[in-house]
């Protein structure tokens, strides 16, 4: 039984305690609390250096330092706070620094409201149980052998053949049955990089499909995205070491993740609305009759300010473009506004949530309209990292990750 | 029993020669029916609401001075609270906490009790910067 | 009389209240409440989405869940205190009280109701204890 060490304020008044246990029970894990003494308390904070009011931030800050002096045995941590609550974040975050800096333990942190996330919190302490019981096949840095690797997502589906540390096939298809479409991008892959389906030794799948391709093709590696993409990014960014933020904006949903040492401790997924995501891109593109490839090109050329577009909402947003349009305003710089605006809500909405480091890795399909990565650099201050082969993270960290096991 | 339930914490003062041993063996001798359960700092008594407060009432008799008590939400052995479950959970800091403060309000009580009087501590006034200024410049 | 004990789960100020003959009101009823409650099944305690969302009576939505959660069971029982008394500045304040921010919102509420409210600060020293349980003794006796 895996024991994952809760650190958290706020959650049983949150009514959220009980989805936490039942989360962790759900991945074959257990949630206790390092026990501590009164005089533990004070002790840690003025070691810590942070002297939170909320005593119950101050147990916190206990409990980490008990599994700091590994005098209480834990295989995981989850850091959980209020959100909203400023006190609680920045304490969250510096407990999570604290933790990695002095424990080898893999720490994951979460805010939620009343209105909990379940599956969220499934994935993160899947991804805990995860780092924990495949430390070694994580702790990998470069692919050996040939292998493959395939990511079944909910839009795109990618597959990948590596051999020796290097991309030698590969191939995408929008997901349809997910069977088929693995079949025909793994095949296409295979043509590509001139091997045949039994000479590659080992297969990593993630993605949502994941249960049903690593069945149908035996894969030696069946894991959840988040870590997969994780290790896939740090590999095509060649950021392996230190931290980074790892960014998706996708076509329904955005994730973020936060990475130390090419191992995720945060991240968000979703988002409130179509305004915020790649959906929007393509809206914009279909009304200025142009492709979506073509809306970078046009959108660095232009200027965001020139046109006004702020949309929390998809439908606001187009109203906004026609409106825009109207007046006469140019393509580029809609296209651009299109762009900024979205960056603009991805900051708002979600990156709130965790805690940006630097550098930013931005990754997936919409990491190839070079305006949004523009945008994404102006909002967040530093420009992100767009590796070579973005959209294929996914399929990338299943073929390292799988050469782990020859 | 969920509307008569009281499970009572008897938290024996770190100056006390009382043990929690002594102090359970006291409680089942009164033969109110109560389920007595040896803790860290004395014991928790459970039964029904009147039963408890008779165990209350002789016990503030006989020891008016060495022990306190409060009631406890949960049953004794309570998965929910249990230490054995999880750890310890965050009210056993606060229990620590106020143990060790007993001997004070102990103190206070039997000053009270003797009817001496007190004074009021008086708030501590910051310096003014004025006086602070003038400091600073003694010590250049 | 009942009388609101801040902070609400301290065993100290629960058994002064008793001592000197009144009646507390303090964490454990509200949650003792909850936890007896055979139809919930939310352990450990029994706090609902319902109550949380409840707190939005105390505290607005941009309010964390936590804080409104403690409001959610605090609440009623100031609205049915007599009176109050708040231990200032404590150093035992942890479980049900270990959010400093609801419990500036619990003595304001206090402040509010209009109730007599005595504060009394954590004694540091043997004398300031004495002149606590003095004055705690007094407000009480003062009430009957």
Redesign the interface.
Known sequence: MIKIAQLS??????????EI?KAARSVGAK????????AD?NEAVRRFGFS??????R?MIARAARLADEK?DADAVFIT?????A??ALVRNELRRFIQENTKLPVVTYS????LKAAQLLTRMEALVTIVTRKDVLARERQAGLTAGIDSGSSTTKALIMENNKIIGKDWTSSGDVVQSATSVLENAMKEAGVEFKQIEAMGVTGYGRFTLGKHFGAKLVQEELTVNSKGAVWLAERQHGEATILDIGGMDNKAITVRDGVPDNFTMGGICAGASGRFLEMTSKRLKIEIEDLGRLADKGNWRNAKMNSYCSVFGIQDLVTTLGEGKSFEDVAAAACHSVAEQVYEQQLQEIDVRHPIIQVGGTSLISGLVTAVGEVLGERPIVPPNSQYIGAVGGALLSSGFL | MSEERETRVFMITPNSMITPDQLVREIHAMGKGVTVKETCYGTLAEGPRESVRGVLKEIRKKHPYDIYSKVRAYPAGDPRRCRAQHGTKPGFVQLEAEWEALPMIQYGIQCCERGEGFDVPREKEKLSAEEFKKICEAVR | MKIFISPPNSLILFDLVERFGHEPLGAMAAIQERIDNIELDMPPMNVTLDDVIGGLKYAGVEVPSGIRGRLSLWGPLIDTADAAIIVEDPPFSFGCVGCERSDEMVKYMLHRRGIPVISVKYPENSEEAKAAVGRIKEFLEGLK
Not at chain 1, 52 to 57: A, H, K
Request: glycine share 2%.
């Open positions: 304020c706020g959650t049983e008044y949150s009514s959220v305690q009980y246990e949630v206790v609390y390092p026990d501590v003494s009164y308390v939170p009011r909320s005593p119950q931030l147990l209480y706070t209020c959100f909203r609550c006190e609680a939620f409201t009343e209105r």
